[in-house]
């Protein structure tokens, strides 16, 4: 099994910015995919941003030029930096990650729990 860890939501202003992290631990053999989504009141989860292991990132619409995902391979940890955080970014971030277990025949999906981002002034 695999747990993921969110942290550094928070209440921010407009236009300020946050660094969210995410830890995996447990039965780690590789990471084939990592990624940030967003659900806010109401609506469904979507993505705000992804990494594969071949370095691709896609983001989505609301996240580009303004948030950027990276990952620590050392610490089995990716890292989401939101910069001029609008009302609108304003949900829970759940982090995500398509993991193989040492032992697993394919990769497995798991979610964190989630951490709230709250933009107001």
């Known amino acids: 099994q695999v747990q993921l860890v969110e942290s550094g939501g928070g209440l921010v202003q407009p236009g300020e910015s946050l660094r969210m992290s995410c830890q995996a631990s447990?039965?780690?053999?590789?990471?084939?995919?990592m990624g940030w989504y967003r659900q806010a009141p109401g609506n469904q989860r979507d993505l705000v941003a992804r990494?594969?292991?071949?370095?691709?990132?896609t983001y989505g619409s609301s996240a580009k030029g303004r948030f950027t995902i990276a990952r620590d391979n050392a610490k089995n940890s990716w890292y989401l930096q939101m910069n001029g955080l609008k009302p609108e970014d304003t949900g829970v971030y759940y982090c995500y990650g398509a993991i193989d277990g040492k032992g697993d025949r394919s990769f497995r999906e798991y979610w964190g729990k989630g951490t709230a981002v709250n933009v107001s002034t």
């Open positions: 447990g039965n780690i053999f590789d990471i084939n995919a």
């Open positions: 990494l594969i292991a071949t370095g691709t990132t």
